[in-house]
Nanobody, 121 residues
């Protein structure tokens, strides 16, 4: 069975940075495309970023473009989300997915349980 576990969340001041990591297990083939989505309390889940094979293609939500960077390490089968210039509106549970489809549709692919990111003013 495929398991996806996120790490790196926490509490940070506005303007600060965090790096999220995600390392799926139980797979013997490529996990691409890989990506991140997030959900704040009372709000719908939204796409954040995605990356294709070997980083050949990346996609970002307009709200994070220029501040967040998605990357991957094929040897470790790991995806990262570097988050800079964090804003309070970035506060959410962040989910990592592998073999994702349709801009991170949570009903498709394999997703983790999420990691909390809280940005304070």
């Amino acid at each position: 069975q495929v398991q996806v576990v996120e790490s790196g969340g926490g509490l940070v001041q506005a303007g600060g940075s965090l790096r999220l990591s995600c390392a799926p297990s139980g797979r013997t083939f490529s996990s691409y495309p890989m990506g991140w989505s997030r959900q704040a309390p009372g709000k719908e889940r939204e796409f954040v970023a995605a990356i294709g094979w070997s980083g050949g293609s990346t996609y970002y939500a307009d709200s994070v473009k220029g501040r967040f960077t998605i990357s991957s390490d094929n040897a470790k089968n790991t995806v990262y989300l570097q988050m800079n210039s964090l804003k309070p509106e970035d506060t959410a549970v962040y989910y990592c997915g592998v073999e994702i489809k349709d801009r991170g549709d949570p009903s498709k692919g394999y997703w983790g349980q999420g990691t909390q990111v809280t940005v304070s003013s």
